[in-house]
């Protein structure tokens, strides 16, 4: 990633809301700027516009209309929809571009910009590259004329054209008729979709955070917090709960005795379920060097293969497309099912894991839980100035702590993509191993920062 970006980060625009970059004169200058990129050939364009449920995607949203229109794009606004189902639209009705506007699981002070190729697939660096240049220019010599300004309209079917997208990813005559599910919409952008498209299928729902007021989105609820989620399952007698986050991209579930299961376990169920049905496209599954070890054991055992990527989940989205894979994620709840979506999808992952409960026959208890996971420790270590893992005392330190785990462990040094930390991930098959690495490696790291 080039250095000389002043606005998009690892997944979009992301910040504050009303404040730099996410203001209403920088979102007004990617319209344009994005705008003008993407229109290629004498057709009308078109730009599909969605959002979350934050008060600021009011103001980000008529800001980025008017440099559209004035760009010369047609706009196609669709209101509050999750993340994937922008992506999918923007192919579905071939359109130029596609955007959402969210923060994903962060607060609703904070909201972001993310941008969607004709192709469905999020933006490249290079992409992103060249609109920020293009916004950074003065454009107003390359704006419409009076009579090419754009058009704004409203799809009103959107959220019917998404539901039924997701129901065909189920198995032919596949059903959920007799179950009782519960599902935490974060108080976000699925708060509509993602309940009717369960209840059309059968099931019967319960519903928490599904009443936005522009505030509380991720508020207490959802992925990032699902012990209501875990409360309510059992209360509630369901057979399965499912948290989403504020854009729906991500989700966790939630077995009928209250536990999560994470990302992790759901690649693995529906990895092996999708080998056994000959719907695996490659041996390999994606995922990034925070799954856990046990994931790649399972697979292995199962003839599979675990292709690790960087955090991310375009990282995973770039692997998937490079070798074939048509399965992969991450352990936060991205689950990426290329054979439907071209980003994670949280709705289409829950029918995937759905469709193997009911095939089974047992409790998600039984069936989700498809390894041991090994024990793993992650912390943060906080630092000003230069990146302490460029030390060579830290280096040796690193070299040190992998001997020492061999084929029985892993550790991941990463530096976060926000803050000044490095993270320090440790796993091993015994728990006092883990422990004793990782404080090898926080000694080191703070020892060896501080004489710097």
Known sequence: MSKTRQFFGTDGIRGKANTSPMTV???????????????????????????????????????????FLS????????????????????????????????????????????LFGPDGFKLSDQEETTVETLMMMDLSSQLASPAEIGRASRLNDAAGRYIEHAKASLPKGCRLDGLKIVIDCANGAAYRVAPAAIWELGAEVIRLGC??????????????????????????????????????????LVDETGHLIDGDQILGLIARSWARAG?????????????????ERFLADGGLTLERTAVGDRYVVERMRENGANVGGEQSGHVVLSDFATTGDGLLAALQVLAVLIE????????????TPYPQLLKNIRFSGASPLRLPEVQAARDDVVAQLGQKGRLVLRESGTEPLVRVMVEAEHESDVNRAVDAMCDAINSAHVVA
Not at 36 to 43: I, K, M, N, T, W
Not at 230 to 247: F, K, N, P
Not at 361 to 367: D, K, L
């Open 25 to 67: 004169e920088i979102a007004q200058k990617l319209g344009q700027a994005a705008g003008l990129h993407f229109r290629r050939g004498s057709h009308r364009h078109r730009v599909v516009v969605g959002k979350d449920t934050r008060l600021s995607g009011y103001m980000i949203e008529c800001a980025l209309v008017a440099g």
């Open 71 to 114: 760009a010369g794009m047609d706009v196609t606004l669709v209101g509050p929809m999750p993340t994937p189902a922008i992506a999918m639209l923007t192919r579905s009705l071939r359109a130029d571009l596609g955007v959402m506007i969210s923060a994903s699981h962060n607060p609703f002070c904070d909201n972001g910009i993310k």
């Open 211 to 252: 009443d936005p007021d522009g505030v509380n989105i991720n508020e207490g609820c959802g992925s990032t917090h699902p012990q209501e989620l875990c409360e309510a399952v059992v209360r509630h007698g369901a057979d399965l709960g499912i948290a989403l986050d504020g854009d729906a991209d991500r989700m966790l």
């Open 279 to 295: 719907r695996l496209a490659t041996s390999s599954v994606v995922a990034t060097v925070m799954s856990n070890m046990g994931l």
């Open 360 to 371: 089974d026959g047992r409790p998600a208890s039984e069936v989700c839980r498809v390894f």
